[in-house]
């Protein structure tokens, strides 16, 4: 079984930046991806950026050139470097880990953008 703990949400004014965390523990091996999705009450849950594991990125176009996804594999962990945000980026943010044995969800964490 695969762990994931999300950190780093909260509140910032527009144009601020935050930093989540995604630490993965477990059974981890045969590791495709991980990917930061983001989920609105009035939106479906969308991907935001991915990672895989030769180290490709992409991202939604609605925040390419303002997050910047990262890993750090020594520690099993994926980052979400978020620049520039605007209040429409305000949702829950949700950590993903795509393997050989299976898709595993962090517990989601708030952002919110607003002055």
């Known amino acids: 079984q695969v762990q994931l703990v999300e950190s780093g949400g909260g509140l910032v004014q527009p144009g601020g930046s935050l930093r989540l965390s995604c630490a993965a523990s477990?059974?981890?091996?045969?590791?495709?991806?991980m990917n930061w999705y983001r989920q609105t009450p009035e939106k479906q849950r969308e991907l935001v950026a991915i990672?895989?594991?030769?180290?490709?990125?992409n991202y939604a176009a609605s925040v390419k050139g303002r997050f910047t996804i990262s890993r750090d594999n020594a520690k099993n962990t994926v980052y979400l470097q978020m620049n520039s945000l605007k209040p429409e980026d305000t949702a829950v943010y949700y950590c993903?880990?795509?393997?050989?044995?299976?898709?595993?969800w962090g517990q989601g964490n708030q952002v919110t953008v607003s002055s």
């Open positions: 993903n880990l795509r393997g050989v044995s299976g898709s595993y």
């Open positions: 477990g059974s981890i091996f045969g590791i495709i991806a």
């Open positions: 990672i895989t594991n030769d180290g490709s990125t």
